[in-house]
């Protein structure tokens, strides 16, 4: 196999650093010129304004080239891809950066022609401002002049001896991605500092001779090996790292629901061949193709790769519309998509259900941010889990942390969710990568679903949407783990007795991820708390903390959450500051009815019973006793109930409440007040 990879931070290098300026070269541009759409006087070493927009295109003489030579290009500011074109050949894209440097690129063998050429940058889309130029031609070799040289990676499984599929990570040793030089010709994905094994755990990669700190890792289950590595000139160099599975997962399948490929959703960097060898690389067990408005089936090139084994793929669809963006699945790639132009929740849903989808899952609710997301948008009041027209946004469940969509804290979007299951929702919570490239970690965000079978060859499609829709499932970012209430599991119906809860919390993670907290949300609310113990094993860190909590006087939902720091290895590239475990709700059952009711039901209910005083208001005492019982959420629900039953804004009788029930003062003025 044959891949074509970007090569912008590939090949170029720092002439400066590399290539010293006495290198024998003929100069082809003497100048610096502007290009872009604004004024940049702070720019000296070309005109302020604009010479053109979008491309510059010069000619130059020179020889034909039957070897390979170098370009030395200085420039300024490259935040977008700018192309480079020889003769009409690309040469890649301009390295991005934003200070005045000298980079070095590779002219490839047969590039030149004898006499006059013409050479181009250009741009797709006006938005950038960069000086380019002047431009060197060098009489070397690109390769004689960095030293580069084949190095041939082997990534073994530590227990089996076995090739295993993994990710590589090349540093130097002040932790700086390093460059990987002629992607093109590796036969498997690559990116500056980043390689991935094939099948059998093998990748060829080119490097400039130099001392390396090499890693091997398999994402969340998997320990980290490490290699010192100085490579030469010389010859080719041959390296062996064995990793080893570190957590044990039994009775639990590895799940990421968000995922793209430049091959159908025509942005990032990920192909198709490539996006298959990453997800064996990091682990999964199950990955659900996720391209835009696509049926994506992933199995022909699963095979291809030869990683059918490793993982089960599912055909999903990201439905994205002017209403948010939704992962829906299992779909056929021949069937008939959703239509996504649709202009309200109910029947975009419900549409997306009809095509043939088990699961709809709300994606990163508060993207681009807090305001501009859907909750943004529809105004969700994160205290009551209302939307602000009365909406309701019908899915099974949303993601409570998306692993490259850092941009509203995930501690905020859980505080969303926790407000609408107050609300009388039963959406259950989700984690995943959202990858769109090959840097950013597939599946390093993940769902972790209870399975009847360890292997994901064996699991059933259906099986998988039911525990994603019945919530028998966690999330983790690095941590994997469950909860047992009473001796049941996320999604169940926990019975108290004697008056207590039993929770019993476990946390695990690999050698190389630590969890500090782990916090029990009763409701919303947090009701127990604990600072974790390092880890004492060797091995790995699994331990299980348990709680004692006094039953509440109404049903309830619990959910544990575990945090720690994150890595600080390069190897664990995150754009979060924190590992996480979040358990899916275990519904508590508190009047041993057989049936779980939402703090909102159970509000509803209360108002029922509230009398009325002669002149038809509510009788307050009523109302003031059983907020004197009930826990914050469900006194919540009854402030918005009573406010719907009695249909005015500011009753001075409902005013009285706050001072009838002390413990609820402050929370129940600032919701009578805006």
């Not at 010129?33 to 302020?48: K, M, S, Y």
């Not at 599929?165 to 994905?189: G, W």
């Not at 994606?363 to 807090?370: G, K, L, Q, S």
């Not at 501009?372 to 946004?393: E, H, N, S």
Request: with cysteine; net charge negative.
């Amino acid at each position: 196999m044959r891949f074509l990879f970007p090569i912008s931070s590939l090949l170029a290098i720092v002439l400066g650093v590399f290539a010293p300026q006495q290198e024998p070269s003929k100069t082809i541009l003497d100048r610096a010129v502007h290009l872009g759409n604004d004024a940049t006087p702070e720019w000296p070493e070309a005109q302020a304004e604009p010479d053109a927009p979008d491309a510059f295109r010069f000619e130059f003489e020179a020889s034909a080239n039957q070897g390979e030579l170098a370009l030395a290009i200085t420039q300024r500011h490259v935040d977008n891809t700018w192309h480079i074109l020889i003769n009409g050949k690309s040469l890649g894209a301009l390295q991005v950066g934003s200070e005045r440097k000298e980079i070095l690129y590779p002219v490839p063998a047969g590039t030149l022609l004898d006499g006059t050429n013409t050479m181009s940058v250009q741009i797709d889309r006006v938005g950038d401002d960069i000086t380019f130029g002047p431009v060197r031609l060098l009489e070397s070799s690109y390769r004689d002049m960095l030293q580069i040289a084949p190095v041939r990676f082997s990534v073994i499984d530590g227990a089996s001896g076995n090739g295993i599929p993994s990710r590589l990570t090349i540093v130097n040793e002040n932790d700086t991605f390093m460059p990987i030089y002629y992607a093109s010709a590796c036969a498997t994905p690559v990116r500056t500092g980043v390689a991935y094994t094939d099948a059998s755990g093998q990748a060829t990669v080119e490097l400039a001779a130099g001392k390396y700190r090499v890693y091997a890792t398999r994402g969340m289950e998997w320990g980290v090996a490490e290699l010192h590595l100085e490579h030469s000139f010389a010859s080719e160099v041959a390296a062996t790292l064995s990793i080893e599975k570190e957590l044990d997962t039994t009775g639990w399948l590895s799940a990421d629901t968000h995922m793209h490929t430049l091959t159908f959703s025509g942005h990032g960097d990920a192909l198709l061949e490539e996006r298959v060898l990453t997800l064996a690389g990091e682990g999964l067990d199950v990955a659900i193709a996720t391209d835009h408005n696509h049926h994506a089936d992933y199995t022909s090139a699963q095979h291809a790769a030869g990683v059918s084994e490793h993982y089960l793929s599912i055909v999903g669809n990201e439905v994205t519309t002017d209403l948010g963006h939704m992962n829906a699945f299992p779909f056929t790639e021949e069937g008939k998509l959703p239509n996504h132009k649709l202009q309200e929740w109910a029947p975009l849903i419900q549409d997306i259900r009809d095509k043939g989808a088990q699961v709809v899952i709300l994606n990163h609710p508060r993207w681009p941010d807090r305001d501009k997301g859907p909750y943004g948008v529809f105004k969700l009041d994160p205290r009551t889990g209302l939307f602000a027209d009365g909406i309701q946004i019908p899915v099974d469940a949303l993601e409570v942390f998306n692993s490259t969509t850092p941009h509203t804290p995930w501690p905020e979007v859980m505080r969303d969710w926790f407000s609408l299951m107050n609300a009388g929702s039963r959406i259950r919570g989700v984690g995943s990568s959202d990858s769109h490239s090959v840097l950013d970690p597939v599946g390093q965000g993940r769902t972790w679903l209870k399975s009847p079978t360890d292997d994901p060859k064996l699991a059933n499609i259906d099986d998988i949407c039911s525990a994603f829709r019945e919530g028998h499932s966690s999330m983790g970012l690095g941590l994997f783990g469950e909860v047992l209430v009473q001796g049941v599991g996320p999604g169940e119906l926990a019975t108290p007795t004697d008056g207590e809860i039993t929770i019993d919390f476990r946390i695990a993670g690999a050698t190389w991820a630590t969890a500090e907290k782990a916090t029990v949300y009763m409701n919303g609310v947090e009701v127990a708390s604990t600072t974790l113990p390092p880890p004492t094993e060797a091995a790995h860190h699994d331990q299980t903390v348990s709680f004692k909590i006094r039953t509440p006087s109404a049903d309830a939902w619990l959910v544990c959450v575990a945090t720690g720091p994150k890595p600080q290895g390069a190897w664990w590239y995150s754009l979060f500051d924190d590992l996480v475990l979040v358990t899916n709700p275990v519904w508590v059952d508190t009047n041993l009815d057989g049936v779980y009711q939402s703090p909102q039901e159970t509000a509803a209910a209360a108002c029922k019973l509230v009398g009325q005083n002669p002149n038809g208001s509510p009788r307050v005492t009523d109302l003031a006793d059983i907020l004197k019982e009930c826990d914050r959420a469900v006194a919540v629900q009854i402030w918005v109930e009573a406010k719907r039953l009695w249909g005015v804004e500011h009753p001075a009788s409902l005013s009285k409440l706050a001072l009838l029930a002390p413990h609820l003062r402050q929370l129940l003025e600032s919701l009578s007040t805006e």
